[in-house]
C-alpha cells in the first residue's frame, strides 16, 4: 500500500483537475485481494476527473479498464475478466443531502466528502463493486461432463412389462 494519493474531493471537483495512472492489485489494500484473483501483479489503469453538474453538485469522475485474471469456479482454471467501469460520484456535504439526493434519485452514485480522500480507495471500492461474484468462463473448456454418471431413466424398465396384444 505504498504512494497512496490523497485529494481535496471539494477542491478537486470545483477545479476540474485530472488524474490518470495505473496501479498494481499487489498496491492495494488486502480486501481487494480476493481468493479469486491469481496474479497480483495484474494492473488496472484509471482516469479521475472534477467537476460539477447540472444542478451545480460536484462530482468526481472515474473510469477504470484492465484485465484481472480471476480463478473460475467450474474448472479451477485462469479467466480474464475485463474491467471498464465508469461512475460519477457526487459529492454532498453531509449524510442528510446524501440521502434526501438518493431518495430523489435511485440510480444516483454519492458519497459524503471528507477533507481527505484516497484515490485508492475509491479505486479499491469500484474493483470491489466490478468483481463477479462467482468467476466462470462463459464457454468452460471444463470437462466436468465426463464425470457425471449416466442416467437411466426409471421408467425405462416399465416400457419391457407392457402387454402387447
Not at 481535496?8 to 492489485?25: H, I
Not at 454519492?110 to 484515490?119: H, L
Not at 457425471?148 to 419391457?160: E, I, K, M, S, Y
Amino acid at each position: 500500500m505504498s504512494n497512496r494519493i490523497l485529494i481535496d474531493p471539494q477542491a478537486f471537483a470545483r477545479q476540474k483537475e485530472s488524474l490518470s495512472g495505473t496501479v498494481v492489485l499487489a498496491d492495494l489494500h488486502e480486501r481487494v485481494h480476493s481468493p479469486d484473483m491469481l496474479d497480483l501483479s495484474a494492473a488496472v489503469s484509471y482516469t479521475l476527473h472534477g467537476g460539477t453538474d447540472e444542478l451545480q453538485r460536484p462530482f468526481l469522475q472515474l473510469h477504470l479498464h484492465g484485465v484481472l485474471p480471476l480463478q473460475c469456479q467450474r474448472c479451477m482454471k485462469a479467466v480474464d475478466f475485463a474491467v471498464d467501469e465508469n461512475v460519477r460520484i457526487v459529492l454532498f456535504a453531509d449524510e442528510a443531502a446524501l440521502d434526501r439526493a438518493m431518495l430523489a434519485d435511485d440510480a444516483l452514485e454519492g458519497m459524503v466528502s471528507d477533507k481527505e480522500t484516497d484515490v485508492y480507495t475509491l479505486l479499491e471500492d469500484q474493483i470491489l463493486m466490478a468483481l463477479p461474484l462467482s468467476p466462470k468462463h462463459d464457454d468452460c473448456p471444463s470437462d466436468t461432463d465426463a464425470y457425471r454418471p449416466q442416467r437411466t431413466n426409471p421408467f425405462a424398465v416399465l416400457a419391457g412389462l407392457q402387454k402387447t396384444d
